[in-house]
Nanobody, 114 residues
Framework: VQLQASGGGLVQPGGSLRLSCAVS????????MGWYRQAPGKQRELVAG???????NYADSVKGRFTISRDNAKKTVYLQMNSLKAEDTAVYYC?????????WGQGTLVTVSS
């Protein structure tokens, strides 16, 4: 099983980015999917998660700015990030529970800076 994350980069404060994470190499059911992030010198934290049925949860720090979604046919999870702040700078890791084992993507760097 492989998770391929993409979409990171450098963006100015107030800007937007869209992360994608595609699952390959598995024919089993994908349950929850989501994103964590890890900033320099900090612990990894949950950003957003989405169940197979579409229920979502968000960290308080990103509510109202980030939106998680998934395309089950494409086995892909997305993270639309708007109104980005400097404190959103981190490596973002996607995950997928297939069906009860958690698999991780390789991480994609998001840098918010002017």
């Amino acid at each position: 099983v492989q998770l391929q994350a993409s979409g990171g980069g450098l963006v100015q404060p107030g800007g937007s980015l869209r992360l994608s994470c595609a699952v390959s190499g598995s024919k089993f059911t994908i349950n929850a999917m989501g994103w964590y992030r890890q900033a320099p010198g900090k612990q990894r934290e949950l950003v957003a998660g989405i169940s197979s049925g579409g229920s979502t949860n968000y960290a308080d720090s990103v509510k109202g700015r980030f939106t998680i979604s998934r395309d089950n046919a494409k086995k892909t999870v997305y993270l639309q990030m708007n109104s980005l702040k400097a404190e959103d700078t981190a490596v973002y890791y996607c995950y997928a529970d297939i069906p009860t084992i958690r698999y991780w993507g390789q991480g994609t760097l998001v840098t918010v800076s002017s």
